[in-house]
Each structure stands twice: as structure tokens, then as C-alpha cells.
Nanobody
Framework: QVQLVESGGGLVQAGGSLRLSCVASGLVFNSYTMGWFRQGPGKDREFVAFASWADVRTGYADSVKGRFTISRDNVKNTVDLEINDLKPEDTAVYLC???????????????????WGQGTQVTVSS
């Protein structure tokens, strides 16, 4: 049974930082591209960042470039998201997803991901 469990969310002031973590189990971790998405109140799920299965390639949404950093550890089966200079518009539930390598679609599309965690809430106060 595949499980993805996120942690690290919280309430922070604008300009603050957080480190989110996602632990995966029940899958061959280094066969999956891992992605972070977020979903704000009343909004669609939005791509944030991905790290390819071998961590050779990463990608970011324009809105987070320079502030967010994704990293993965293929020994610990974790993917982290370092978030700096938080803004109120970053408030959302942050979810990690797993996409089997060489599957169809692209890593920026939520429909390409086979597995999801429950998410961790990030709330940024102004």
C-alpha cells in the first residue's frame, strides 16, 4: 500500500520560512518523480515544484522561483520543500504526489500523479 505523509506546515508571518517534508512508503521511490502542489481555499490544485526520479532535474512554478527549493533523498524516501520569504498568497494546503517515471503527461500536471498525500496546511499572516 502506497502512503505519502506530509508534515511541517504551520502558521507563520509573512517573510518567514518553513520546511515541508513528505515521506513515502510502499513504492520504489527512485522510480517516481515527486511533486509538490498546493490548493488554496476555493482554488484548483496548483503545481509548485517537482524533482525527477533521479533528482537530475527540478522544476518550479514561476510564482515560487527563487523562494522555494525542492530536494529528495532516495535513501530516506523523502522529498522536502524549503519555503522562504512566505507571502499571504502562499496560504494553502500543500500536497506531495508521486508520478511513475516515463508515464504520460508532464510533471506540472496533477493528473499525471498516481499517488497523493493528505496534505499539510500552510497559513501565512500579513
Amino acid at each position: 500500500q502506497v502512503q505519502l505523509v506530509e508534515s511541517g506546515g504551520g502558521l507563520v508571518q509573512a517573510g518567514g520560512s518553513l520546511r515541508l517534508s513528505c515521506v513515502a512508503s510502499g513504492l520504489v521511490f527512485n522510480s517516481y518523480t515527486m511533486g509538490w502542489f498546493r490548493q488554496g481555499p476555493g482554488k484548483d490544485r496548483e503545481f509548485v515544484a517537482f524533482a525527477s526520479w533521479a533528482d537530475v532535474r527540478t522544476g518550479y512554478a514561476d510564482s515560487v522561483k527563487g523562494r522555494f527549493t525542492i530536494s529528495r533523498d532516495n535513501v530516506k524516501n523523502t522529498v522536502d520543500l524549503e519555503i522562504n520569504d512566505l507571502k499571504p498568497e502562499d496560504t494553502a494546503v500543500y500536497l506531495c504526489g508521486a508520478r511513475i517515471r516515463n508515464s504520460g503527461g508532464g510533471s506540472v500536471y496533477s493528473s499525471s500523479y498516481a499517488y497523493w498525500g493528505q496534505g499539510t496546511q500552510v497559513t501565512v499572516s500579513s
